[in-house]
């Protein structure tokens, strides 16, 4: 059996007749948020907002820097899993392995590659059968765990997350799964609107870019994402 978390929580697919059964249901949450809390040695991921996406980038920056939200949150969850290896001096690059499936998967594959980051590897989250080769590619588990905590932190930051950037009210699982190491970024209309005026000056061919917030000077082709830490 392999865990979908939008079919946990809907008692559909796999866990079809689960939605009377609350202690099962707790009895299996319990044991899978154990078991990744047992073997996660770091958690990070990156909310970004669609409506605010497309209001604060213009659609130029957009296509010019292949920055649509799903390469913008690999990028940016990318680039804090290199400064966390980075952190206890690894010489090693890490592997970036993401669900198969997303229609912009090129748009960050050529965004990593113009970064001089690690290609992405894209696997199925669950087991994926081949009707034209008869053959079965096997599900990545690590995957699921991800899509465990991408669905709490969902739940949260849709229900709970104000201007602030502070939750109330949260969810067993969620309050659980937080206190794996790292840390949840999202993009406010502020942080949008900075990243798209320092993208903005640098396609312009600026020699220095100005950060709007600070006023700082910062090197062209050095732009970092933000993404604010909850």
């Known amino acids: 059996r392999s865990l979908h978390a939008t079919e946990f929580a809907h008692s559909r697919g796999a866990f079809e007749g689960w939605k009377n059964q609350e202690r099962r249901r707790q009895s299996l949450l319990g044991d899978l948020v154990g078991i990744i809390r047992g073997s996660v040695h770091q958690k990070l991921a990156t909310i970004i907002h669609h409506d605010i996406h497309q209001s604060a980038m213009s659609s130029s920056i957009r296509k010019q820097f292949l920055l649509e939200a799903y390469p913008l949150a690999g990028r940016t969850v990318a680039k804090k ?3 966390y290896v980075k952190s206890f001096s690894s010489g090693t690059a890490p592997e970036f392995i993401f669900e198969d499936g997303d229609l912009d998967k090129g748009k960050l594959m050529e965004r990593f590659k113009k970064d001089g980051y690690p ?10 059968s081949n009707k034209k080769t008869g053959l079965t590619t096997a599900g ?9 905590w991408a669905y709490e932190l969902f739940q ?13 009210d949260l969810r067993w699982a969620f309050r659980q799964l937080d206190k794996v190491p790292g840390e949840a970024g999202y993009f406010t209309e502020k942080d949008m609107k900075r990243t798209n005026s320092m993208l903005d000056q640098q396609a312009s061919g600026n020699e220095l870019i100005t950060d709007p917030v600070g006023g700082a000077i910062l090197l062209p082709k050095r732009w970092t994402v933000p993404g604010r830490s909850s």
């Open 81 to 83: 899993v290199m400064d």
């Open 119 to 128: 290609a992405p590897i894209f696997r199925p989250k669950k087991n994926r």
């Open 140 to 148: 990545y588990t690590p995957l699921q765990a991800a899509d465990l």
């Open 156 to 168: 949260a930051a849709k229900k709970n997350m104000g201007a602030s950037g502070e939750y109330s």
